[in-house]
């Protein structure tokens, strides 16, 4: 058996970040970053964007280059799992056969795409959007596409529904709920992109629900609705949400019941193994109010970043809480949407600007709760410092064009 000091089961975002993070921090034992994918660590926010719009290529998406991890001494295992944990003895085992110790295990599992729970899921021509494979398979089969049919209206649906019709494909998307990112944005913001992505040609079919995946021959030929219609598809893309990948977890007897639990501190209750990222649930300030016990599982580039810094910090003798404001964004076709703040269906809305450059200001009990902006750069950075800082602002003052929230922002406390 091999003997490492940290060992991150994960290579992606938040496993690459805490392992440079590490480094950058003065960590000079060993580490061994194991990540079920061949590629080196990469960015997955472009491959639903400009990845599959062909602005970019394999070599952009990279989160470093090649010699970084011999120059640091980052002992990257590429194509390699982690199927179980022997927490007595303080070792993984991985698919490959071997076996590590570690003085500290980080899960750095991430998530995997919810499968499609009807006949014919599997059939050719049904494609799902997490890792560069599936990126590459979906630009392939793009260009023999002519009637597409995305079953999802979340951001991974909506971002490739706008690349395929900037590509004058037909293009239907299906969802369940009655708008478009209905969990994860207001009324307000779901109608402008439902109205958005229509303007380009897309087609939407709410409060609709999928019995079958209809195929000819093995492939795709079409997608069977709960009324009784059928749609034509030569290509189904599947983007019904994601699971944490918990089960290295469970197995080893961690709670992980939506994502693996840790403290403050993205610690399990055992001292020796910490999550970070879309695996983890943590106790998050924003979640207050959202949820019933304060946690939440974020599946977003800065939690996954923000997550590895604080764990190295913590690793190399500077622990401090973890509090980060959490914020996101999506690119679908000319229209940026940016988001700080975490909000929830009963979170009241103040709507400030108009037409197709406007934010949202979400509030729960009367405080500021999340700031969603389309096309207004600068009010998501006000927002998030607002938000970081816990700036009061009430909904009168964000509905009033006149008040200065640069100045409230920029005011100290």
């Known amino acids: 058996m091999s003997t490492t000091g940290i060992v991150v089961a ?5 496993g690459f970040q805490l392992a ?4 950058e921090g003065g960590f000079r034992e060993p580490i061994t970053l194991v ?7 990469y960015q997955r926010p472009p491959l639903s964007k400009a990845y599959l719009a062909g602005k970019t290529d394999p070599e952009g998406l990279l989160l470093r280059p090649p010699g970084f991890f011999a120059e640091h001494a980052i002992d990257h295992r590429p194509g390699i799992r982690a199927v179980a944990i022997d927490r007595a003895e303080r070792g993984l085992e991985l698919s490959d056969g071997t076996r590590l110790s570690y003085d500290h295990l980080v899960l750095a599992t991430g998530a995997r795409n919810r499968p ?11 494609r799902q959007l997490r890792g560069l494979a599936d990126a590459d398979a979906l630009k392939a089969a793009i260009e023999a596409a002519r009637a597409i049919v995305v079953v999802g209206a979340g951001f991974i649906g909506l971002e490739f529904a706008a ?5 004058g494909l037909c293009v239907t998307v299906i969802e369940a709920a009655e708008r478009p990112m209905a969990r994860a944005v207001s009324a307000e913001m779901g109608d402008f992109f439902r109205a958005a992505q229509a303007a380009m040609g897309v087609r939407f079919l709410f409060g609709a629900g999928v019995t079958a995946i209809l195929g000819r021959d093995g492939r795709v030929a079409g997608v069977a609705l709960a009324d009784g219609r059928e749609l034509p598809a030569d290509l189904v893309l599947v983007g019904i949400g994601v699971l944490p990948n918990r089960e290295l977890a ?7 019941e939506d994502g693996v639990r840790v403290d403050a501190f993205l610690a399990t209750p055992d001292p020796a193994i910490s999550a970070i990222g879309d695996c983890a649930r943590f106790p998050s300030p924003f979640a207050r109010g959202l949820t019933p016990d304060g946690t939440v599982r974020i599946e977003s580039v800065q939690n996954a970043i923000d997550q590895g810094r604080c764990l190295a910090a913590r690793l190399t003798g ?16 000319p229209h940026k949407l940016q988001i700080a703040g975490l909000s929830g269906p009963g979170d009241a809305s103040v709507v400030r600007g108009s ?5 949202v200001f979400r509030f729960r009990d009367g405080r500021l709760s999340a700031v969603e902006s389309v096309d207004r750069a600068g009010d998501h950075m006000i927002a998030r410092r607002l938000l970081a800082a816990g700036t009061p602002l009430t909904p009168e003052q964000a509905a009033d064009p006149g008040f200065d929230l640069k100045a409230l922002a920029l005011r100290k406390a």
């Open 20 to 23: 440079a993070s590490l480094r």
């Open 163 to 167: 690349v395929a019709a900037a590509r």
């Open 35 to 41: 990540g079920d994918e061949t590629a080196l660590p």
């Open 10 to 14: 994960g290579a992606g975002q938040a």
């Open 116 to 126: 499609l729970p009807v006949s014919g899921a599997d059939l050719d021509g049904v």
């Open 355 to 359: 037409g197709s450059a406007f934010s």
């Open 250 to 256: 469970v197995a080893a007897g961690l709670p992980a």
């Open 318 to 333: 500077r622990p401090a809480a973890y509090g980060a404001l959490p914020w996101f964004w999506s690119d679908q076709g």
